[in-house]
């Protein structure tokens, strides 16, 4: 009866980098290998996600956290270090509590580090921005730097008079989305985790709509509103517009504009 009283908990073991780090002259200039075990102790039970990528914690964010944080400085203390990754895993709702072990695998016979125990609400968090910019696929059109998500435009094909028109519309843009992405060489994101995890990425992806406005109806069903929508849930501050015709009125915000380079 105890274990039913155990959360469920996702985890990533022996998890191997190599980074520079420490506080000694001797560990300056020079890469060692750092050992991570990550393990988050869940909100809510696995078993209420219905098989539903997007209700649960993926196990991306437990790489990216530490990749994320080797990136933003260099680190004297493997102390700090953990800290910055269980501030960042304990950002998402789904975590309650994350068990963060960094070990250095060079510094000694065996392995020397520190395992810290954080509770959400108990530990300062900042959740990082992910700038991201929204494009608007209507002609051929240069792809700037960094996170992006490609918008296509719908294909145009006659709808049926019976059934739910919305849905089938959104399954038409859904169609054109593969074959532009075919065309651009990208993937295709359907899911919030997937458009996170290209964002934290610095990608570029081509959005098939229907899967998250499908139940969404104030996200409208042409290509504008649906920009719009999943800008203001992505926190985007730019939309663009491959496109010669005037602009959308954009919402309080955010910015359009036309994109200009082609190819």
């Not at 437990?62 to 950002?91: H, K, P, S």
């Not at 015709?245 to 955010?254: S, W």
């Not at 036309?258 to 190819?263: C, D, F, I, L, S």
Request: charged share 25%; with cysteine.
């Amino acid at each position: 009866m105890a274990d039913m009283d155990q959360p469920d908990r996702i985890h990533l073991r022996d998890h191997v980098v190599s980074a520079e780090i420490g506080a000694f002259q001797s560990e300056r200039g020079r890469d060692q290998r750092l050992r991570f075990d990550v393990a988050v102790d869940l909100a809510s039970p696995v078993s209420g996600a219905e098989d539903q990528v997007d209700r649960i914690l993926s196990y991306d964010l437990l790489v990216q956290a530490i990749d994320t944080a080797l990136c933003d400085q260099r680190y004297n203390l493997v102390e700090t270090l953990a800290e910055r990754i269980a501030a960042a895993i304990l950002v998402h709702p789904q975590a309650a509590r994350v068990r963060v072990t960094v070990e250095k695998l060079d510094r000694g016979p065996g392995a020397l580090g520190i395992t810290i125990s954080r509770d959400a609400g108990r530990v300062a968090v900042a959740e990082r921005v992910m700038p991201v910019r929204l494009l608007i696929w209507r002609r051929p059109a240069a792809l700037p730097e960094g996170a992006l998500l490609i918008l296509p435009d719908a294909p145009g094909l006659p709808l049926p008079e019976g059934g739910d028109r919305r849905r089938i519309a959104l399954l038409a843009m859904d169609q054109a989305a593969w074959a532009l992405a075919g065309r651009l060489g990208l993937d295709v994101a359907e899911t919030r985790t997937e458009i996170d995890h290209a964002i934290r990425l610095g990608q570029a992806v081509v959005w098939a709509p229907s899967r998250l406005a499908c139940d969404a109806p104030e996200a409208g069903e042409n290509v504008e509103s649906l920009g719009f929508w999943l800008a203001r849930r992505l926190d985007a501050a730019r939309i663009d517009f491959a496109q010669d015709t005037p602009l959308p009125v954009a919402p309080a915000g955010l910015r359009a504009a036309t994109g200009r380079a082609e190819r």
